[in-house]
């Protein structure tokens, strides 16, 4: 039974490899046939709309013939590049869905899981002093890998400086980038981790509030002794079915992979690979160094069984990598961390809250890509401010979800702090999805390992289950 399950994992890792392939061709394929001239409008008329946009800012009288006609064309432009991407986005509708669609399943999962197995898993510590070491344990792992992470890449960007070749005037500080930008008060933070209510967090998949729920819902059937016992087992009762109904789920990751590729190289092309790709080259060389950062940091503790942890992880990072969602891959992570003999009631209360407070690939972007772009405008920061930045990143990332473009929302708050123009953020949508994929595989390297290195504290990692 155990060497069946091992080989339809298998199968499945090559399916989704097959996947992420074939994807790849059928949307290069598409590019260049069935929305080439979709394509070619939406170059030729952002080309039109950005040489409007300077003409308008370099003329001074707004009532002039000449400046109302720049207007109209610029309009013009703006509309017939609007119903290019409305026709080419209609024509991909059917891959962008599958994807879609499985994405939803898995976020129909995660606020259950999350619930039902952090619940169980504080509940099994026993009391608020083993909640407490653990949790301390875990938290000062979280927040040396997150430094570690900013850090790393704050020292790589001012290294390769992928920025300064860019040379781009200051943008018009109206210019709207379609990225709402996210809260920096304490208050909003404080509002963001503490939930108005329990039923209103699991709708939204608000981790961070379902996490602080269950962590005082799991102390509280803890206290109230046998007759919590009845809890206890029910939930993990529901959390065995709901790991059950992931593995229906998980049949339909081929074809979620195949979707999101194809949609994003019929859309972006091949030549987006090119036009960035030394600032993807750097990024991508940032992340390699990280993750042997914290696989060295893992082996500290576990010694050579790292090596047996990235086999048992490939096929979650693989599905994080191709739908660059690193919350795609929780329940597969779960079930291979537990595999590879990590305790439940370990993995159910650090995994939850890795997806909080350890993304460590989001992290190192988020100064990656705050400092491109003020290199890309030739704003210099100093190390005291750059240092502030990373401070600043480091609150305000807790609790950002594990989904495509999370991150943006954080990059576009420290820029607006900072006084770095928020228009920068259009360097990046065009290979924002490439990159996703990069740091979300990261995230669950980081997390997993993590797990790995309490459960080891804790004298809680057994041998390997198959």
Not at 30 to 54: G, H, M, P, T
Not at 196 to 202: F, N, Q, R, Y
């Amino acid at each position: 039974m155990a060497e069946m399950t091992a080989k339809k994992g298998n199968r499945l890792t090559l399916y989704i490899i097959i996947a992420l392939f074939a994807g790849i061709g059928l949307g290069f394929w598409l590019n260049s046939s069935y929305v080439k001239d979709e394509n070619r409008i939406i170059a030729a008329n952002e080309v039109i709309v950005s040489k409007r946009q300077a003409e308008m800012k370099a003329m001074g009288d707004t009532t002039s013939s000449a400046y109302i006609t720049i207007a109209a064309q610029k309009k013009e432009a703006s509309v017939a590049r609007s119903a290019a991407l409305g026709s080419r986005d209609k024509k991909l509708e059917p891959f962008s869905l599958l994807a879609d669609i499985f994405i939803r399943l898995i976020k129909m999962i995660v606020a259950p899981l999350v619930f039902s197995t952090l619940v169980v898993g504080v509940a099994k510590l026993g009391d608020i002093q083993s909640v407490g070491r653990i949790g301390g344990k875990t938290l000062l792992w979280f927040f040396g890998a997150s430094f570690i992470s900013l850090l790393l890449g704050l020292m790589l960007v001012n290294f390769f400086q992928p920025g300064i070749a860019m040379k781009l005037p200051l943008p018009d500080v109206t210019a709207d980038t379609g990225i709402k930008k996210t809260a920096l008060t304490m208050k909003d933070f404080l509002y963001h981790v503490f939930p108005s209510s329990a039923i209103d967090a699991m709708a939204k998949n608000e981790i961070l509030q379902i996490v602080v729920f269950s962590l005082f819902f799991g102390v509280a059937t803890a206290a109230i002794g046998e007759k919590g016992q009845i809890v206890i087992k029910a939930l993990d009762a529901i959390s065995h079915v709901i790991l059950k109904v992931t593995a229906y789920v998980m049949n339909f990751a081929p074809l979620a992979v195949f979707g999101a590729m194809t949609a994003i190289i019929a859309k972006q092309g091949l030549g987006i690979l090119t036009t960035y790709s030394i600032f993807i080259g750097e990024f991508y060389f940032g992340l390699v160094l990280l993750w042997l950062v914290l696989l060295l940091a893992g082996s500290l503790f576990i010694r050579g069984r790292i090596f047996t942890l990235v086999q048992r992880i490939k096929e979650p990072i693989m599905l994080a990598f191709s739908t660059s969602s690193s919350e795609a891959a929780f329940p597969k992570t779960m079930l291979e961390l537990e595999r590879f003999g990590c305790k439940d009631k370990i993995v159910s209360f650090v995994l939850p809250l890795g997806y909080s407070f350890n993304l460590d690939g989001s992290m190192m972007y988020m100064t990656f890509a705050s400092l491109f772009i003020a290199q890309s405008y030739g704003i210099h920061l100093d190390f005291g401010t750059q240092m502030s930045m990373l401070m600043v990143l480091m609150l305000t990332s807790k609790g950002v979800a594990g989904v495509p473009r999370a991150s943006l929302v954080v990059i576009a708050g420290t820029l607006a702090t900072f006084n770095i123009p928020e228009a920068g953020l259009a360097l990046l949508l065009g290979i924002d999805p490439l990159l996703d994929m990069g740091r979300s595989a990261t995230n669950v390297v980081g997390n997993s390992v993590a797990t790995v290195v309490v459960s080891k504290m804790e004298n809680s990692l057994e041998h390997s289950h198959t």
